[in-house]
T-cell receptor, first 112, second 116 residues
């Protein structure tokens, strides 16, 4: 069975701090895809990144970076120099076929 | 270029009533998905369509739930004889087939259902 665990329910940081959101997944598939989505207070899920199981390269996009490690089944997300606008719930998701399996999300509060 | 739209955004209904939600995907997207999200949880998969064919249904989708995508464009999700446990946010997403799974899904704003 597939499963995504986001153990951090809520994190609070002060603006400009770096923060890492953890994601651990379980799957028996050899080919799979991992995603991060942001859900701001408005409620609409916003796509951030996709990574396939054959590509373990880390990725950086502006203040965002992702660390994918198959050896530990983790796909962690780091926000550098956090801003108040980063406050949201962040979801990690796994897909082996077409449907997504989401984690329970991590609520990030960035305080001014 | 418009995103995924859903209607209505909010629905309050009494237990036992039927409700229907509509989703309009991004125009060139041929896959459409329905998810349900309850408070404090991540979205849970309900069903998905490729064009007009419904290819997978979750066990979460009881007999009271039915989804259609008659012409491969918009989709409807109907819940019959609503129960208080049906109260949730119903999310629609769409994606473009690019040769296999793993396409990123684009989500609509959701329909929040409250059953009193």
């Amino acid at each position: 069975a597939q499963k995504v665990t986001q153990a951090q329910t809520e994190i609070s940081v002060v603006e400009k701090e770096d923060v890492t959101l953890d994601c651990v997944y379980e799957t028996r598939d050899t080919t799979y895809y991992l995603f991060w989505y942001k859900q701001p207070p408005s409620g609409e899920l916003v796509f951030l990144i996709r990574r396939n199981s054959f590509d373990e390269q880390n990725e950086i996009s502006g203040r965002y970076s992702w660390n994918f490690q198959k050896s530990t089944s983790s796909f962690n997300f780091t926000i550098t120099a956090s801003q108040v606008v980063d406050s949201a719930v962040y979801f990690c998701a796994l897909s082996g076929t077409y449907k997504y399996i989401f984690g329970t999300g991590t609520r990030l509060k960035v305080l001014a | 270029d418009t995103g995924v739209s859903q209607d209505p955004r909010h629905k309050i209904t009494k237990r036992g009533q039927n409700v229907t939600f509509r989703c309009d995907p991004i125009s060139e997207h041929n896959r459409l998905y329905w998810y349900r999200q309850t408070l404090g949880q991540g979205p849970e998969f309900l069903t998905y369509f490729q064009n007009e064919a419904q290819l997978e249904k979750s066990r979460l989708l009881s007999d009271r739930f039915s989804a259609e995508r008659p012409k491969g464009s918009f989709s409807t999700l109907e819940i019959q004889r609503t129960e208080q446990g049906d109260s949730a946010m119903y999310l629609c997403a769409s994606s473009l087939v690019a040769g296999g799974p793993g396409d990123e899904q684009y989500f609509g704003p959701g329909t929040r259902l409250t059953v009193t």
